[in-house]
């Protein structure tokens, strides 16, 4: 199902290709001049959902909610272009892989962390020892979404991260990872989230307390207050190195309810909000105006719980989704060009496999020639297959249902799922969770006979199935995990020494999960923003960045 154009707002342009690991020095671009102007709204306030954990310090929770709160105020090492969606130079200004098992990165120089707390403690600059004090605190961090994949370079402690790290001098730092790897320029760059600066110099004279007191970061905002859960609030960096904003403050309202976020932008109480596409009408229809990013920024598909490898004690053969025919069933049962349509409004386009993009390493094309035969919506067909698995007289099924920041649809879709299911005959039911709690079934392996939807980023498959298929230590297996053979298979892909040979690897783990139906995939969708044009005039960024919004210091003023 091709994306249509959403007729009040943006249409959703093609995806960018993501590029290849840089084997040689890449380009310093030129410092951006400070804007010629700061616009006449001091503040500009912008109103979304608040992650599953709220964070000021990048290791301390997940890449999305560091990228849309954490970024604002600390930086990459490789930045992805707003507009070409490209890696691009950032406090790294160049880097080459000498070889597999050894990167070098040359750092930008002069570049001054923030002066924080009361005192306006003063951090120096940034240097090499802050990449290797980063790299420590994700392999150290148990909260970390990229903490797993930084064990597994690097080492699980800093005293074995320091091994695999030699600072050559300020300004220059050479990485070892334990094994080879081809995707450390991913790793460095904001499209895995979690490896944004800070200064070591904070964490030695205050640790923790202090660090997320008052974070010192490099960003174009600096970050000056909050309150947890409720707001937080920046103020601009003046000449900052690389893009002075033209809004004197920044904050992020985090409200959950969108009728709420809707009144607010409606009412005047901020500029900018995420709200459920069904919404947008209303907005726009009163002069509103909808941004969305360059690359898809999520893609929507739905978990089904305790998917579990039949070699582990977790595994439940009488579960009814262990059958691949019951979960091909629920796949058939669901109508995705009506959830489009209704859902969506259009800007869908079909997922045929979760994690893989025709943009993305290792696409084929049969997933998609396939897709109608195998996934396309077809009740008859779906009871059917239920029978043949012997569940022709149904069975019990829970949906959980969990609110994500830059997924705002997560209700209609659940509602829309339990609506199919129950025409096939499945006795589905509803349950409200927050994803605190998911996440402690997850870590406890206690997530059978489950199904919820959610969203996750534009990004290399190497490390959407890390986070979704491949087992712990290096994979988190939060949706159906690898059996024995294809872990085997990512564990080489992993480890590849050529983009090439990874690419087969990855092509081999998506025929799995086509084929055996290990996720329901449903849609790719772009980030959107309804603005209000009077204050922003324009807003770009790119999609493929692990969080719903970003690159906030880009938006440009409209007085």
Excluded: C
Excluded at 58 to 69: D, E, F, K, M
Excluded at 88 to 113: C, D, H, K, S
Excluded at 148 to 153: D, G, H, I
Aim: charged share 25%.
């Amino acid at each position: 199902m091709p994306a249509t154009a959403m007729p009040e707002a943006t249409a959703m342009p093609e995806a960018t290709a993501m590029p290849e690991a840089t084997a040689v020095p890449t380009a310093m671009p030129e410092a951006t001049e400070p804007p010629m102007m700061t616009s006449e709204t001091k503040r500009l306030r912008f109103a979304t959902q608040a992650p599953w954990i709220e964070i000021v310090l990048p290791w301390r929770g997940g890449s999305w909610g560091s990228n849309l709160v954490v970024r604002t105020h600390m930086e990459p090492l490789i930045d992805v272009h707003n507009e070409t969606t490209e890696l691009v130079p950032n406090l790294a200004t160049e880097w080459r892989m000498i070889n597999p098992e050894e990167w070098e990165f040359t750092l930008r120089e002069g570049v001054p962390y923030h002066k924080t707390g009361p005192n306006a403690d003063d951090w120096g600059d940034f240097v090499a020892a802050d990449v290797a004090h980063v790299i420590a605190r994700n392999s150290e961090s148990n909260l970390s979404t990229d903490g797993p994949s930084f064990r597994a370079k690097f080492g699980a402690t800093e005293g074995e991260v320091m091994t695999n790290v030699e600072i050559i001098d300020d300004h220059k730092i050479k990485l070892t990872p334990v094994s080879p790897d081809v995707d450390l320029d991913l790793t460095a760059s904001s499209q895995y989230g979690n490896f944004l600066m800070h200064a070591k110099a904070q964490w030695d004279a205050q640790g923790i307390e202090g660090s997320e007191a008052n974070p010192a970061g490099t960003g174009s905002y600096q970050l000056v207050n909050r309150q947890l859960g409720v707001w937080l609030l920046w103020e601009r960096v003046e000449d900052h190195w690389r893009q002075t904003p033209e809004f004197e403050e920044f904050e992020i309202l985090l409200v959950p309810e969108h009728a709420t976020r809707l009144s607010m932008l409606l009412g005047g109480e901020v500029a900018m909000t995420e709200i459920p596409r069904d919404l947008h009408p209303e907005a726009v229809s009163q002069g509103y105006k909808v941004w969305s990013t360059v690359n898809p920024v999520t893609q929507a598909f739905g978990i089904f719980g305790g998917g579990y490898g039949e070699d582990t004690p977790e595994f439940d053969p009488d579960m009814p989704s262990s059958s691949p025919l019951v979960r091909q069933a629920i796949n058939k049962a669901l109508d995705r060009d009506a959830i489009d349509s209704e859902v969506f409004k259009g800007v869908g386009e079909t997922l045929y496999v979760q994690a893989y993009h025709e943009e993305l390493p290792g696409w084929s094309s049969r997933w998609q020639d396939e897709f109608d035969e195998k996934y396309g919506y077809d009740p008859d067909e779906a009871r059917q297959l239920l029978e043949e698995a012997g569940y022709g007289e149904g069975f019990e099924f829970k949906l959980w249902l969990m609110q994500f920041p830059g997924f705002p649809e997560t209700t209609a879709i659940t509602e829309a799922i339990f609506n199919y299911l129950r025409e096939v005959g499945i006795d589905a039911t509803i349950e409200e969770i927050e994803v605190a709690r998911h996440r402690e079934a997850y870590v406890a392996r206690e997530t059978h006979g489950t199904l919820h939807f959610r969203r996750t980023s534009f990004t290399t498959p190497m490390v959407v199935t890390r986070w979704y298929n491949a087992r712990p230590p290096t994979g988190s297996a939060t949706a159906w995990e690898f059996p024995v053979e294809q872990q085997a298979i990512w564990d080489q892909a992993f480890i590849a020494d050529t983009k090439e040979s990874q690419n087969d690897l990855l092509r081999q783990l998506g025929d799995w999960k086509f084929d055996n139906f290990s996720e329901v995939p449903l849609f790719w969708l772009p980030g959107q923003a309804v603005v209000d044009p009077d204050v922003i005039a324009e807003y770009i960024w790119p999609g493929n960045v692990d969080a719903g919004f970003d690159h906030f210091e880009y938006i440009k003023a409209a007085n």
